[in-house]
């Protein structure tokens, strides 16, 4: 090690201070060009390839190939026009009980609260429902009332067993189910 410090300082001395500012100044600007410039060259590319990607869907776009992309203006709109009417609220509970029939659960009696949102003008259907089944049993009826509703929202579920070895389970389910106004 020290031959190597002795080595540098000797050549230190033959560049004298304009060498050794210089050697300072390309070490520094080596140091830039890898800690500063080469990230933001990283960066530059990616963003080309987002450029290539975004010019690439504007023309599945144009040719409609895809769907253009929904303002956000327009999603409120477009939600409400996807959601059931509030007259079709019986039907839609009509549906979950058929749906519990079909798994074999038992739902006992529930409550139902109706709120209205003046802002959006959507209507906000909670349901609360005692069940009792089993545990796949109340998996496959959550599946299948999601998938047959989809303005249903799970909001909240509540399972209880009465003892270790017992397969039934008692609990609430509480869900929103979202409708439009007209």
């Known amino acids: 090690m020290r031959i190597h ?13 304009p060498g050794a500012c210089g050697v300072a100044l390309l ?6 060009a890898l800690l500063g410039l080469w990230p933001a060259s990283q960066d530059m ?3 080309q390839v987002r450029a290539v990607e975004a010019q ?39 549906r ?12 006992a009696r529930g409550e139902y609260s109706l709120a209205l949102d003046p802002q959006t003008g959507l209507a906000r259907y909670q349901i609360l429902l005692p069940v009792r089944g089993s545990y796949p049993q109340l998996r496959r009826f959550l599946g299948a009332v999601r998938s047959e509703l989809p303005a249903l929202v799970l909001e909240d ?7 270790i070895a ?6 609430r389910i509480r869900m929103a189910l979202y409708l439009t106004r007209w």
């Open 5 to 17: 410090s002795l080595l540098l300082r000797e050549a230190l001395q033959r560049l004298g201070w």
């Open 27 to 32: 070490v520094g600007g080596a140091a830039y």
């Open 45 to 47: 590319q990616r963003l």
């Open 56 to 94: 690439a869907r504007v023309a599945r776009v144009a040719s409609g190939a895809e769907a253009a992309p929904v303002a956000p203006g327009q999603q409120l709109s477009s939600l409400q026009q996807s959601l059931p009417a509030q007259r079709e609220a019986t039907a839609a509970i009509d």
């Open 96 to 107: 979950i009980y058929a749906t519990a029939a079909r798994e074999g659960i038992a739902l």
């Open 157 to 163: 579920i509540d399972l209880q067993r009465k003892q």
């Open 166 to 171: 017992e397969t039934q389970l008692d609990g």
